[in-house]
T-cell receptor, first 115, second 110 residues
Framework: DTAVSQTPKYLVTQMGNDKSIKCEQN?????MYWYKQDSKKFLKIMFS???????INETVPNRFSPKSPDKAHLNLHINSLELGDSAVYFC??????????????FGNGTRLTVT | DAKTTQPTSMDCAEGRAANLPCNHS???????VYWYRQIHSQGPQYIIH???NNETNEMASLIITEDRKSSTLILPHATLRDTAVYYC???????????FGQGTTLQVKP
């Protein structure tokens, strides 16, 4: 009965490779997000999608491309991986268009290590 | 964006109430206060949120001062599993953008 699930949990890859992280939510929410937690443990929003439409893009390099095939899925594709992309990536979802009275529910993260 | 200030760390004895303070003196009238926690190696977990009234759920209570410039998260009977980083966040209006600070590392001790 996992609410927000991400795969894979761990991802180790070499610089220059292209990789994808998948996210699915079964909460019936219409808004999904990607957050990044760096080595200093700060969590920052990257993207937000509402009903498959991009709402927030927080000056993320265009090597990162989110794709939402339907409102229950938001995948993150990363091209030409760099060492600095190593981080934990969290997917989240919320109801009602992400309004201020709508809590976000997070997945358990994907730890990406670029060597 | 309204900023929050929290103590870096706190200790609490198991079974006692844990009171985690947060200052948000620049909060706007329509901004909610949210609390999340992050247990090691897990995703942030939603705890509670409020606008101006005190709130209680099965996990915690949230006390917001009348001027809304500060709040306190109360875990009534802390257990070892409550050891985590607790984040107080003022929600940016109309979006799902949560601005996380450093949070308070709560250590519950036996």
């Amino acid at each position: 009965d996992t609410a927000v699930s991400q795969t894979p949990k761990y991802l180790v890859t070499q610089m220059g490779n292209d990789k994808s992280i998948k996210c699915e939510q079964n909460l019936g929410h219409d808004t999904m997000y990607w957050y990044k937690q760096d080595s200093k443990k700060f969590l920052k929003i990257m993207f937000s999608y509402n009903n498959k439409e991009l709402i927030i893009n927080e000056t993320v390099p265009n090597r990162f491309s989110p794709k939402s095939p339907d409102k229950a899925h938001l995948n993150l594709h990363i091209n030409s991986l760099e060492l600095g992309d190593s981080a934990v990536y969290f997917c989240a979802s919320s109801p009602r268009g992400g309004g201020r009275n709508s809590p976000l529910h997070f997945g358990n993260g994907t730890r990406l290590t670029v060597t | 964006d309204a900023k929050t200030t929290q103590p870096t760390s706190m200790d609490c004895a198991e079974g006692r109430a844990a009171n985690l303070p947060c200052n948000h003196s620049t909060i706007s009238g329509n901004e909610y206060v949210y609390w999340y926690r992050q247990i090691h190696s897990q995703g942030p977990q939603y705890i509670i949120h409020g606008l101006k009234n005190n709130e209680t759920n099965e996990m915690a209570s949230l006390i917001i001062t009348e001027d809304r410039k500060s709040s306190t998260l109360i875990l009534p009977h802390a257990t070892l599993r409550d050891t985590a980083v607790y984040y107080c966040i003022v929600r940016v209006g109309g979006t799902g953008k949560l601005i996380f600070g450093q949070g308070t590392t709560l250590q519950v001790k036996p």
